[in-house]
């Protein structure tokens, strides 16, 4: 369940457990949208709103909005990958490997791709097993006509369907090794030492989660 509420003038979303949820999924979801920062993920600003019946719940500013004139929120547009791929997200079909491709062929930008492999290695080492196409978007930048790739969400320690990953990584949707994601950044473009140090930057800053893998 979410909300769109106002905050300081700025449209933001705000999550709520479902029946399914532990009553602390907000403060979960809030101490790994954390780790992303600190790992050099591009998040938008977040914040764990006071609750009296939780430790607290999630909250993040909409990041396809922008300031207009006299300080009026105005749309930017997005599309995600699971509408430029006509991909579903209700079940598993996409490879890592396809949206390094997409992500290059549409933001010319090998910057965006190495953002992507960042979060790639994020999602595997938190277990966000429900990383499906719609997850992953892009945002239009009006000033410089270009598309480039928007800020990560909806990132949580989720088990997926049949505990295999919505998008696989190198082929694989399980047991998924560092050197599988090494491969999909190779074969993205990065060089193999970029790639382990990309990795390797993930695992310290994730060290501080209970993980649920």
Sequence with gaps: PKALIAIE??????????SMDPLDIGKQEYLIA???????????????????RSEGYFGVKRFDRASGPAGAQRKVHMISAG????ASH???????????????????????????????????????RDDHAKNFSFLYDEERGA???????????NPGMNGEHATTVNGKGRGVQADDLVAVGTKA??????????????????????LRR
């Design 147 to 157: 598309w480039r790739l928007s800020s990560a969400y909806d990132l949580t320690s």
């Design 90 to 128: 209700r079940a598993p079909g996409l490879d890592y490997h396809t949206l390094m491709r997409l992500t290059i062929k549409l933001t010319d930008s090998f910057a965006d791709v190495e953002r992507l492999y960042r979060l790639m290695c994020f999602n595997v080492r938190v277990g966000n």
């Design 189 to 210: 473009g990065l060089s193999n030492a970029r790639a382990r140090a990309v990795l390797e930057e993930v695992w310290e800053a994730t060290a501080f989660l209970r």
């Design 34 to 52: 954390l780790a992303a920062k600190s790992c050099g993920i591009d998040m938008p600003e977040v914040r764990l709103l006071p609750s009296k």
């Design 9 to 18: 003038g700025e449209e933001w979303i705000v999550k709520f457990p479902s």
């Design 83 to 86: 509408a430029l791929l006509e």
